[in-house]
């Protein structure tokens, strides 16, 4: 199972061609970086994030999953048929999305990376355990909208992708102060 472990501490840079750091509004004279730690909180309570594939004849795949952040590490799953799967098969690069519609507030995140299967039973608990803390009753649930997801994962009926970052962007809005930061792991 791909790690980076949440200790490794990525290279973080501010690009100020896309922060207010190049256009300064009020309050933004001092813009950062976004602290990884607070990225890493992200990733972990998103519930939907948007995967993007690349198909055999080089034209993109998007379409929405759940994910776990569990050690350093996103993971998705998809049936063994659909496309998303077909496309890592072929070509293991991918970005996951995730963040908010508003213009002014927020914090959007893009995680690129190589999607790897996980077959490795004990890596698959943990991964079905990270679900079920993240997703409670819409995993756990008889109810729920993805009950059964984790003997799913058991089965082999759903594949799970593990992405461990190799970089990772966040652009943030805070009442009109941008910032565009960069992560490269």
């Known amino acids: 199972m791909p790690t980076h472990g949440s200790a490794q501490q990525p290279t973080t840079e501010l690009d100020a061609r ?10 933004a004279e001092d813009v950062t970086p976004t602290d990884w730690a607070d990225a890493q909180r992200h990733l972990a309570t998103a519930e939907i994030f948007w995967v993007s594939t690349v198909r055999p004849d080089g034209r993109l795949h998007v379409t929405p999953v759940i994910t776990a952040w569990h050690d350093g590490v996103l993971y998705f799953s998809t049936g063994p048929g659909e496309q998303k799967a077909k496309n890592l098969a072929h070509d293991t690069h991918c970005a996951l999305t995730t963040g908010g519609n508003s213009l002014t507030e927020g914090l959007d995140l893009v995680v690129e990376g190589r999607a790897h299967p996980i077959a490795d039973p004990a890596a698959l608990e943990k991964v079905i355990a990270a679900y079920e803390a993240k997703y409670g009753a819409h995993i756990t649930s008889p109810e729920g909208t993805f009950h059964g997801i984790g003997d799913a994962f058991r089965q082999g009926k759903a594949v799970v992708f593990a992405v461990a970052p190799t970089t990772a962007y966040g652009f943030g809005r805070d009442s009109g102060v941008y910032t565009h930061t960069r992560w490269t792991f």
């Open 18 to 27: 896309y922060s207010s750091a190049l256009n300064p509004r009020p309050g």
